[in-house]
Nanobody, 120 residues
Framework: VRLVESGGGLVQPGGSLRLSCVAS??????????MSWYRQAPGKERELVAY???????TRYADSVKDRFHISRDNPNNTSLQMNALRPEDTAVYYC?????????????WGQGAQVTVSS
C-alpha cells in the first residue's frame, strides 16, 4: 500500500489550500477503507484532523478545524482535504492515512506527509 500526498505549501492567514492523497496497492475496494488526515506541528504529537468512512460516508472533524476543513473522496483512490480560513496554528505536516475498517480510523498505513505553512 502506498499513499502519496500533494498540495501543501505556504499560504497567508485566511487563505485556502487543497491537499490530495492518492492511494495505490489497496487490496480491497476503496470504499471499504477509512481514509483520514492527521497533522503534526513542531514539538507536538500527531493529531487527528478528519476522517471519512467509505461504506457509510460518515465524516468526523477535530473541533479546531470544524466548519473550515472538508474531507472528500473525489474519484477512485483519491482523498482530498479542502482547508479554508487557514490560521497560523494550522501550520504542520499533514499526513494521509488508511485503514480497512467499517468504523476504526487509526491508520494501518501513512503517507510521507505534506508541509502546510500559514504565515504572513
Amino acid at each position: 500500500v502506498r499513499l502519496v500526498e500533494s498540495g501543501g505549501g505556504l499560504v497567508q492567514p485566511g487563505g485556502s489550500l487543497r491537499l490530495s492523497c492518492v492511494a495505490s496497492g489497496l487490496p480491497r475496494k476503496f470504499d471499504e477503507y477509512v481514509m483520514s488526515w492527521y497533522r503534526q506541528a513542531p514539538g507536538k504529537e500527531r493529531e487527528l484532523v478528519a476522517y471519512n468512512i467509505g461504506v457509510s460516508g460518515k465524516t468526523r472533524y477535530a473541533d479546531s478545524v470544524k466548519d473550515r476543513f472538508h474531507i472528500s473522496r473525489d474519484n477512485p483512490n483519491n482523498t482530498s482535504l479542502q482547508m479554508n480560513a487557514l490560521r497560523p496554528e494550522d501550520t504542520a505536516v499533514y499526513y494521509c492515512g488508511e485503514r480497512h475498517s467499517r468504523y476504526k480510523y487509526d491508520p494501518d498505513h501513512w503517507g510521507q506527509g505534506a508541509q502546510v505553512t500559514v504565515s504572513s
